[in-house]
């Protein structure tokens, strides 16, 4: 599978897609991706995010609840999550926990009760994901210490920072912890100067590539910046291109190498290779 292009992070499920999906999925071919990870977002959606991953060639799944729904979300999710991973541990589409995490950028999230309750979340999944020896996919948007201090207290469990912007202290920290860095859409952009200097100066194969469509379009997708074109699974060969470009070798290198660091931090898409 490290031949081809496998896109870590694409909310596939996600209502947007819903009337072309078919044809969304033939433009994600043509470009050459072959394997896509879908994570969850809240515990109403699991059931949707797995026939979704069930739906496609190459499509896998994370089960997870979003810091960004845990203002809605509820103790007893949390048990509908460990009985879902029990219930889908044997289904090799099943690749990890997620997306799990802390966001402090948005104003509404940062309420000293909704930061204990994200941080509450946070760590009960970290929990599963131990139990059932599962990666987890990281949302950490202004967040990188926090999470990080989380982490450390689970040795065993490993995962991708997606859609990473931190520092690069920060970085080498969740690469010591033997994580993997996402890279996306806004590494495309050439105001993005920290993200674009982390691309091509750490090791290539502490990255993974991702799109998170439909959100972070890249930046040809910006007619205007107040009306962005949807972002689609598609677009990750042409990131693949520009991290490539940034970094001054071949993209099929680059594919090589992000694909394996893939399977490395996501064992069960190696099965599936």
């Given at each position: ?200 100066q750490l090791p290539l194969d502490a990255f993974v590539l991702e799109t998170d469509a439909p959100d972070i379009p890249p930046a040809w997708l910006h007619g205007s910046c107040e009306n962005p074109a949807r972002n ?42």
């Amino acid at each position: 599978m490290d031949d081809f292009l496998i896109d870590t992070h694409c909310h596939l499920d996600d209502p947007l897609f819903t009337a072309d999906f078919d044809e969304v999925m033939q433009r994600s071919g043509q470009a050459g991706v072959k394997a896509i990870v879908i994570p969850a977002v809240e515990a109403a959606s699991f059931e949707r995010t797995m026939a979704c991953a069930r739906r496609i060639e190459g499509g896998y799944f994370a089960l997870g609840i979003h810091p960004m729904y845990v203002p809605m979300a509820k103790p007893e999710d949390l048990h509908t999550l460990e009985r879902y991973l029990e219930l889908t541990l044997d289904d090799p589409r099943l690749v990890a926990v997620g997306e799990i995490g802390l966001d402090f950028f948005v104003p509404a999230l940062r309420t000293p009760e909704l930061e204990e309750k994200q941080i509450f979340f946070y760590n009960e999944q970290l929990k599963l994901a131990q139990k059932f020896e599962l990666p987890v996919l990281l949302h950490v948007r202004r967040s990188q210490d926090l999470i990080l201090k989380y982490a450390r207290r689970y040795d065993a469990v490993r995962g991708i920072a997606h859609a990473f912007n931190g520092s690069f202290q920060q970085a080498e920290r969740f690469l010591s912890f033997g994580y993997k860095l996402g890279m996306g859409g806004a590494m495309t952009f050439t105001r993005a100067k920290q993200i674009r200097r982390l691309a091509t100066q750490l090791p290539l194969d502490a990255f993974v590539l991702e799109t998170d469509a439909p959100d972070i379009p890249p930046a040809w997708l910006h007619g205007s910046c107040e009306n962005p074109a949807r972002n689609e699974p598609c677009h990750l060969a042409r990131i693949a291109d520009t991290m490539a470009a940034l970094r001054e070798i071949p993209v099929a290198e680059l594919i090589s190498t992000t694909g394996r660091a893939a399977m490395e931090v996501l064992p069960r898409l190696a099965l599936g290779a």
